[in-house]
């Protein structure tokens, strides 16, 4: 595997001398000479890159769209907390798993008497590399990223955690990689030496956690369908033999085996084995923590980040390494056979990509003496997706008003509506409105003459990127510009659409036309917030009550588009009963959640 990656040393010399030449990209010219009501090419792929990363760190987006295509390199910051369980006090001889929140850890002490937690402390910025999506979650599509990093394509049947986590560190010995950052239903670090910049805080043999075969296997195989103990056939063997955590059940060979929490895969030691029943300290009173309220809480943890990015972990932007950047022409080609975003993977990319990408990575991890523009990439994303999120959301609620059941007593004030609707696109496009701009006489704002609107247009979506100095920029940062400037770009074309026709709205007074206009407006909203498809407006609607969190189970159920709903956080001991089930896909902004019986839902 290593020498495989000689080639890569190979290629960097052209790909240095070019470090200064933007990656393929949309090509900026031609982008600016394009009318501003013209649409979006069918392969743009801006949009997503976006998304992908304003999401990093944040646990809802990355359940949402499970299938990462972003590699980053990412620093732990010194003084940060960093937690491993296992069934002993030994510090891992060989790499092995840590977790950023404790309760993730407390998984994978329950070894009866003898389970411990080890805190440890960064002593340094750890390097690492981050895999976005849920990457350490093992189904088809999550893994996509690693496999093309250590194999060079998709591969099929790699299930074994200890000889990924093995083929990850003596890849990343080369540049210096302390670790890999993925995320299940919380986030972990893949570490591979516990001897180096980190130091042991604290080592406690923590209370055991209780076991019940009726309650807890029905938690565990409902809540972690997540990985297996067989060895790859071309994967080294680990240092450690591979624990057994019970039977797996049967599987196509393509799709992950099963296990249960306390085996390997997660920040933790060896699997637990067959349960060994618990003595309570001495002196102890009252009841144990069972396995389920253990497992529980771990997913509420990983809950803590679902809009709020991890902290703890700063995320390099100028070295960040998109999939969906057209350079690679084969996964193009892939998506244009694929309906929804959701579903796109890495599988068909060729093996010239392959290199390409592993080139690029490469270069990324070595250069010296490149600090890029310092521009916070993520912030000015954030900023887009903070300013239009809710008020596209309201704007949606609004023209959704006209639909009201056949048995309403009272009916839709239209001219409201379309007031209300005016005033709202105004409100978005008031920072760029000119009154010089405006025509003089009421013939030049007709909904065919557009030019007027051209000039509010184009400031709107360039006023995020026009101020940066691209001479600064890394390779990687003109691919986040042309993605920050193609989300902006829709945006703003899609409020000038509605724009030319709400302009005059108000004057329209046959109950008709203004029903039809709404109807128009509507149906372009809905588009541009179908094409965004910002996990922001995924919810749980009605909202959770005080003892509830709201839950997006994908992850669990690998369900593409799961509708979110409310779990308790009381009666998550309660068996599976009818799961929470696959619900109906909600379109962006529709909310559709609903709450769920059975394991932790409220009847």
Known sequence: MIAGFAAVGVLLAGLVSAAQVPLAGPDAHAEASKPWDAPPDADETGHLIFDGVVGLLKHWSNIYHMNGHNVVPAFVTPGTL?????????????????????????????????????????????????????????????????????????TTGRWNPFGRIIDLCDWGKEFGIDGYLRMEFDFEIMYCNFTNGLEVVSSVNVPPITWSLATDLQLDDHRFPLLTHGEPSDSPVPAEPIPTAGPVPNSAPSDPPRRRPGGPGGPGGPGRGPPIPPDPPEGWQGSLRSTSQVVFEALHAGYWHNFAPLTGIKIDYEGLITFYNPKYMSLVEARRTVDSPSLYRLLNISREDGVMFKSELAHVLTRHGVKGSGIDWGNVMRHIMERHADRLEFLKH????????????????????????????????????????????????????????????????????????????????????????????????????????????????????????????????????????????????????????????????????????????????????GGPGPGSPSGPGEGGGRREAGWGGRP
């Open 82 to 154: 960093l937690f491993h369980g296992r069934g002993d006090a030994v510090s891992p001889a060989v790499p092995e798993w840590l977790s950023l929140d404790a309760e993730h850890s407390l998984i994978f002490t329950n070894h009866g008497n003898s389970g411990h937690l080890l805190t440890y402390a960064a002593t340094r910025p750890l390097k690492l590399l981050y895999f976005d999506g849920a990457s350490a979650y093992y189904r088809s599509g999550t893994l996509d990223t690693q496999d093309v990093l250590i194999y060079g394509n998709v």
């Open 398 to 577: 609004l023209l959704q008003s006209v639909d009201q059941p056949a048995n309403t007593t009272t009916p839709v004030n239209l001219t409201s509506v379309v007031r209300e609707t005016r005033q709202q696109v105004l409100t978005m496009l008031a920072p760029y409105l000119s009154r010089s701009s405006v025509p003089s006489s009421r013939d030049g704002a007709t909904s065919a003459n557009r030019t007027w609107l051209e000039p509010a247009i184009s400031l709107c979506a360039s006023s995020y990127t026009k101020y940066m100095d691209v001479s600064t920029f890394t390779p990687q940062e003109h691919i986040l510009k042309s993605a920050t400037e193609a989300t902006a770009r829709e945006i703003c074309r899609t409020l000038g659409l509605v724009w030319t026709t709400t302009f005059g709205a108000e004057s329209v007074a046959s109950p008709r036309t203004q029903r039809a206009l709404l109807v128009e407006w509507r149906t372009e909203i809905e588009r541009l917030m179908g094409w965004l498809d910002w996990a922001v407006w995924l919810k749980c609607d009605p909202g959770c009550s005080a003892d509830e969190i709201c839950s997006l189970d994908g992850i669990w159920t690998g369900i593409e588009h799961p509708t979110p709903h409310c779990l308790s956080l009381l009666h998550w001991q309660r068996g599976r009963g």
